[in-house]
């Protein structure tokens, strides 16, 4: 496993790879008026679109090896919890690639094109509030590692849904204080360049404090056998 100061360091270096993501997205709208399509923010299968897919996956791949790993161990996270998060960031890598998001309207009838931000927001809230004993239990026991990951799912939420639902308030106030369509689509991409970094960096903080927290149970497991 990476020591603390290695995982620090990849902290640092991944941050200042995703200013540098936002500074090429902003820069390439200001220059020709839309984003170079590698660094698209808002587009699938572009350069941030598959880190922050990564991020997810790997994420996911955590309580996945620690499943594997104490399978046959009744102490807390339970397989249920582990399972569950697996699953869901699992899944969140590849809705990420594919925007599965989008797609919902297309499979569901009643769904309309909105709809899966309340749908997306309970399932980001819901198995908190299932595991709550759990979460707990983690506080008291990884508190570093725990704060960090809720920190982390804190900045996702507010980067995800926060700027989602600022968009339905900002539209058509920019329509009724600007009249240059160039401005309007700009402002629009400082939202998307800010809701996609605030998403990295959420995710960021979850990585490193999974990481610390496998790091201390898988040396935990070792002094035990």
Known sequence: ???QKQLNFLLVCLITFELFIVIIYLGSVLVSGKPYPPFD???????????QALHLFLIGLIPLIL???ECHSQIYPSRWFKLT????????????IWKVHLQLKNWIPWLDERTWLPLYIVLFILPL???YSEVRFLWRSYRQETFLGLLGMFIFGIGGFGAEVFKDIAQPLLSLLFTQD??????EK??????EFLELIGENLVLYGFLLFLGKRLDKNQQKS
């Open 182 to 187: 160039f401005v309007i689509n700009f402002v």
């Open 129 to 131: 509030i299932i595991f």
């Open 41 to 51: 923010m808002n587009g699938k299968m572009t350069i941030p679109s598959l880190l």
């Open 190 to 195: 400082i939202r998307i360049a800010f809701e």
């Open 1 to 3: 496993m990476l020591s």
């Open 85 to 96: 998060f697996a699953i869901l960031l699992i899944y969140g890598s590849i809705d990420e």
């Open 67 to 69: 499943l594997f790993q």
